[in-house]
């Protein structure tokens, strides 16, 4: 046998940057300090800091561990029945014309991110111009760029948020995508922007719709938190009708990690919408095909959770009022934190936090201060002054508060 050569053949693999969020999650966790605060986490918590499995979700636990028929088979490629016809109806409406004309295929996809990947390999063969862009805000969810970057695409920005004011910037949104190549893809967040909390309003969309229809450009719309942002399910989800009565053909990826609390159980759906029935049957079979190609088959436990929610009346009401719960308890810490910094006469103005909705509000405060309040106060946000309003609560607010006083008032922005 020869030889085998000292140097590996994989020489040349450099080194990933370290996901910023997962690792600043690593270092909350690391730190033993009792009055750390977890700022950066995206995901809901009670007012003693703790997850909170939704009363709805433990009920349809309850129902399916006392199913005799239970078992742990796989699913069919398109996932739970109860889960994708009732996820296109709580996005779509049920009296949407698209899905009375059978328009719209929607599969289980592994959460948000599986779905948005799917779409995205979905795209990369098919998109109607080859080589146009896929355009996401400025800023955006990380993992954004990284998604369609890897399923080939070239990935661009468009303006989104205005520094200065922390407002929509919907000029330039307005400006680029105007100036975008036909055919290219834009990924819009339907509600709650993550990290800004920043949406634009009615009129806003409007205008956004008409730029995009007069560049013939493709919205892939990603909602990670209906009914989280608002309360309500059909008020998040306005944007995303509003474009299919305009009638885009277009894509959406939708999470359940959020409004349902089903973070690691990883369900969400892909949903499609083409201008004709045919044209969706097509598109089914190859999204049904990468799907199978990457995942074989989405994973039951979450999704038959969500499905048994979405099917039963009386847990589905019993979810909207857990939706309420999370989104009112949200609004309070806005509220609470606004009036904190405005009573503390912290230098700036703070309305932003109320103006801002779903769970994040970007704060304005740059990665040096939010270095200097997690080796100070031991809070931790990510480097562009996003913070989670879940992670505060009626314990931590003042000390979070008086944390941010100190660290405006003391630690300048350049
Ligand atoms: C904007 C946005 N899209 C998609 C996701 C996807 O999350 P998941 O894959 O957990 O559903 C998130 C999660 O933070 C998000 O904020």
């Known amino acids: 046998m020869p030889a085998i050569a000292p140097t590996s053949i994989f020489d040349n693999v450099t080194e990933a940057p370290p996901d910023k969020i997962l690792n600043l999650s690593v270092m909350y966790k690391a730190d033993t300090d009792a009055t750390k605060v977890d700022l950066g986490v995206g995901a809901y918590r009670d007012n003693n800091g703790k997850p909170w499995v939704l009363p709805a979700v433990k009920e349809a636990k309850r129902v399916l561990s006392e199913d005799p028929s239970g078992n742990h088979e796989y699913l069919g490629v398109g996932g739970v029945p109860e889960l994708t016809s009732g996820a296109a109806k709580l996005i779509f409406g049920k009296d949407s014309p698209a899905l009375a004309d059978s328009r719209v295929y929607t599969i289980q996809s592994i959460s948000g991110t599986g779905a948005l990947m799917v779409g995205a390999q979905f795209l990369a063969q098919f998109k109607p111009v080859k080589d146009a862009p896929v355009y996401i805000s400025d800023p955006t969810w990380a993992n954004h ?3 369609f970057e890897t399923a080939g695409h070239t990935v661009k ?10 407002t929509l910037n919907i000029n330039g949104m307005i400006k680029d ?3 975008a190549t036909e055919g290219s893809i834009v990924i819009l967040h339907a509600c709650a922007h993550n990290p800004t909390g ?3 309003t009615h009129e806003q969309w409007e205008q956004i719709a008409s730029v995009m229809a007069e560049r013939k450009l493709i919205p892939f719309f990603d909602t990670a938190y209906q009914g989280f942002a ?5 008020n998040d989800a306005w944007a995303i009708r509003r474009f299919v009565d305009y009638g885009f053909e277009m894509l959406v990826a939708e999470s359940f990690a959020k409004n349902m609390g089903l973070y690691g159980e990883r369900t969400g759906c892909l949903h499609t919408v083409s201008n004709s029935q045919e044209i969706t049957r097509r598109i089914s079979t190859q999204i049904n095909r990468v799907s199978r190609a990457t995942i074989s088959t989405a994973s039951a436990h979450g999704g038959k959770i969500a499905g048994t929610i979405l099917k039963d009346s009386n847990l589905f009401s019993q979810w909207l009022e857990d939706l309420k719960t999370m989104s009112d308890r949200i609004k309070e810490m806005r509220d609470g934190l606004r009036t904190l910094l405005e009573k503390l006469g912290t230098p700036g103005t703070w309305n932003h936090i109320t103006d801002q909705i779903g769970m994040f509000s970007f704060t304005g405060l740059n990665a040096t201060q939010a270095e200097y309040l997690k080796n100070k106060y031991h809070i931790y946000l990510t480097d562009n002054g996003r913070i989670s309003l879940a992670g505060l609560n009626t314990s931590n607010l003042d000390y979070v508060a008086r944390a941010i006083d100190d660290v405006v008032r003391n630690v300048p922005k350049n």
Do not use: W
Request: with cysteine.
């Open 145 to 147: 760029r990284a998604i």
């Open 157 to 166: 920005t468009y303006a989104y948020c205005d520094f200065e004011t922390l």
């Open 177 to 179: 995508l105007k100036e």
């Open 198 to 200: 920043i949406d634009p």
């Open 230 to 234: 608002t309360g309500s399910l059909d």
